[in-house]
């Protein structure tokens, strides 16, 4: 059974949503019994490794079925009939991706909307369009394994948005760029969240402070919170229980990293850093 968590009503229809969905790993549980919703704008997941960010994604994504529960995407349960209609409106970019470092990064591009079942006569504007997106277009031409650390990353949200999706999740997308680079895609991701609903797994408290308009804050494969960013930054100064005057309090003043993670780490009961 999970244990108890504070959540946040939202007033938003939500365009993915999981209930009571449970994870198995052999004897681990991955997820026990999480129920949330994801409204338009940017969602982070906020959590350590192996709190269940990723397996959350992979049923998001419909790469995985929980062991019980539901998941409904774009209002429908991704049932086999559905499930490759449903994929063509949602884009992922995981922690890593393969790619041929040859292909030029228009060809890559092109190639996931080719794969996303993108019509012949649309990839190519539709690949234009998606590096246009990222601030990509320039380097069109350049060969993917000649691409630095932050440029490979902004490729892969072009791959991502190529098919213009509904719903798009990011696994740890800042992981491994340099301070500059994270500010620029933080920058990007609350781009995309006025296109499409994002859900953005991540361990890093500056990124929610940053990007996201709402929270779930997952710790062992159980949810502890859902809510606004300025809500889980009130828990410290407002024990038990968060009221309006706290988060109001809160999102007058600048949320920052430092904020997220006294938030996290009231919930957590450590010390410990996230992450």
């Not at 040859?102 to 079942?117: D, G, N, P, Q, S």
Request: glycine share 10%.
């Amino acid at each position: 059974m999970s244990t108890p968590h504070r959540t946040a009503a939202s007033g938003s229809q939500p365009v993915a949503a999981v209930a009571g969905v449970t994870v198995q790993y052999g004897s681990t549980t991955a997820l026990d019994d999480v129920t949330l919703t994801f409204p338009a704008g940017v969602t982070g997941l906020l959590g350590p490794n192996g709190a269940g960010k990723s397996t959350l994604l992979s049923l998001l994504s419909t790469a995985r079925r929980p062991k019980t529960g539901d998941v409904t995407l774009l209002g429908e349960t991704p049932g086999r009939a559905r499930v490759q209609r449903l994929r063509k409106q949602i884009g992922v970019l995981p922690q890593s991706f393969g790619y041929y470092p040859r292909f030029t990064v228009l060809e890559f591009t092109e190639y996931a909307a080719w794969l996303r079942k993108v019509p012949a006569a649309q990839r190519r504007d539709r690949a234009r369009e998606a590096l246009r997106l990222v601030q990509m277009e320039k380097h069109a031409h350049s060969r993917m394994g000649a691409l630095s650390g932050g440029m490979l990353r902004r490729v892969g949200i072009a791959q991502a948005m190529v098919n213009e999706p509904s719903l798009v999740l990011l696994d740890e997308p800042t992981v491994g760029l340099d301070p500059a680079q994270r500010v620029g895609f933080r920058t990007l991701i609350k781009e995309l969240g006025d296109r499409c609903a994002v859900v953005m797994s991540t361990h890093l408290a500056e990124d929610v402070a940053h990007v996201c308009d709402r929270v779930a804050v997952l710790l062992e494969g159980t949810v502890r919170f859902t809510g606004t960013v300025a809500e889980l930054c009130a828990l410290p100064s407002s024990g038990a229980d968060t009221d309006d005057a706290d988060a109001d309090a809160v999102a007058a003043k600048e949320i920052d990293g430092g904020a997220v993670e006294a938030g996290y780490l009231h919930l957590a009961g450590t010390e410990a850093v996230a992450g």
